[in-house]
């Protein structure tokens, strides 16, 4: 769980800048999340935004696999990106998309005795109940 909520503000801390090459990113992301991110923000520095705010998480443990000596956790979640927009560089908002509750899921992997965040399926706003 830490590593997802770490991934997170990894993602939040890059997004402030648009900044898709951050090392930040990789501490707590690995393959398809790491690329997902990286190719998300480098759309963002090619629009000319940034993210400001933070999303709130309310992630539960979906499955542990194997369940006894875990190297997978998958995760579910609901996030609220309401309070986490896209701004112009100088301020303003970017668009006038308000965010909402999005029905997310992740496998987090352990790798070398290290968790990250392996896989992303982040659904669209209003899949989820915040």
Not at 2 to 21: C, E, I, L, V
Request: contains cysteine; glycine residues 10%.
């Amino acid at each position: 769980m830490a590593a997802y909520r770490a991934a997170f503000a990894d993602w939040q801390t890059a997004g402030a800048t648009s900044n898709y090459q951050d090392p930040v990113l990789t501490h707590h992301m690995s393959g398809q999340a790491l690329s997902y991110v990286s190719g998300a923000l480098r759309v963002d520095q090619v629009q000319g935004s940034v993210s400001k705010g933070a999303p709130v998480l309310h992630p539960t443990i979906g499955q542990l696999i194997p369940p006894n000596d875990p190297t997978e956790v998958v995760i579910n979640d609901v996030i609220d990106t309401r309070p986490w927009l896209q701004y112009t560089t100088d301020g303003h908002l970017y668009n006038d998309t308000p965010g909402g509750c999005r029905q997310t899921q992740a496998l987090v992997v352990k790798k070398d005795g290290v968790w990250k965040v392996d896989q992303f399926a982040i659904n669209k706003v209003g899949t989820g109940k915040c």
